[in-house]
């Protein structure tokens, strides 16, 4: 398909362990965009790449969280030592380039569960 | 503090008939509203965006509304059609930067009933 992918589409870990999430944007896109969504919230923004940087890492809720972008495509985000609030959907985006007036695509999440 | 509001966090509606859907915000910087459909276990799909130099814009059964001086829009869907059910995020973008990161309201979850 043609769309951003994500990668698990569920997980489910224990307090304290490492977990990374993938995401596999459109090809093209040069913009990519981290975000979460917590039970009863809506979107929060996390960590956005332009090709490979990240110019603006403050939406990251705490320095466990760290996200990577290699050759311009695919992105993980890691979370270490995980904590129960970390649990939420995960959404990945993606959009042709920066900019407020480009169209994010979004993949379908994935669902990460702390126990 | 939350930036984009959506009050009602539920909304039913009979099909054929006409589902409004209000968003407010507080950030005067936000100059780029989007609307966005969420079904379950997909991510959001973009529906309809309006900048803050027009007031209305309009595709197909799909019109968003824009009043800056109240910091307010709405989604209004006529006809409503069942498929049409699904949460439906309003976001906000802020001028002056090309980031583009969306600010999000937490959603309506709106019921299409045949």
């Known amino acids: 398909g043609a769309g951003v992918s994500q990668s698990p589409s569920n997980k489910v870990t224990e307090k304290g362990k490492d977990v990374e999430l993938r995401c596999d944007p459109i090809?093209?896109?040069?913009?990519l965009y981290w975000y979460r969504q917590s039970l009863g919230q809506g979107l929060e923004f996390l960590i956005y790449?332009?090709?490979?940087?990240?110019?603006?890492k403050s939406g990251l809720p705490s320095d466990r969280f760290s996200a990577e972008r290699t050759g311009g495509s695919v992105s993980t985000l890691t979370i270490q030592r995980t904590q129960q609030e970390d649990s939420a959907v995960y959404l990945c985006?993606?959009?042709?380039?920066?900019?407020?007036?480009?169209?994010?695509?979004f993949g379908p999440g994935t669902r990460l569960l702390v126990l | 503090d939350q930036q984009v509001k959506q009050n009602s966090p539920s909304l039913s509606v009979q099909e054929g008939r006409i589902s409004i859907l209000n968003c407010d915000y507080t950030?005067?910087?936000?100059?780029?509203f989007l609307w966005y459909k969420k079904y379950p276990a997909e991510g959001p799909t973009f529906l309809i965006s309006?900048?803050?130099?027009?007031d209305k814009n309009e595709d197909g059964r799909f019109t968003v509304f824009l009043n800056k001086s109240a910091k307010h829009l709405s989604l209004h869907i006529v006809p409503s059609q069942p498929g049409d059910s699904a949460v439906y995020f309003c976001?906000?973008?802020?001028?002056?930067?090309?980031?583009?990161?969306?600010?999000f309201g937490k959603g309506t979850k709106l019921s299409v009933k045949p």
């Open positions: 985006a993606s959009s042709l380039r920066t900019g407020r007036q480009e169209t994010q695509y």
């Open positions: 976001a906000a973008s802020r001028g002056g930067g090309s980031q583009g990161n969306l600010i």
């Open positions: 090809s093209g896109h040069t913009a």
């Open positions: 309006i900048s803050s130099i027009k």
């Open positions: 790449f332009q090709g490979n940087s990240a110019p603006d």
């Open positions: 950030n005067s910087m936000f100059d780029y």
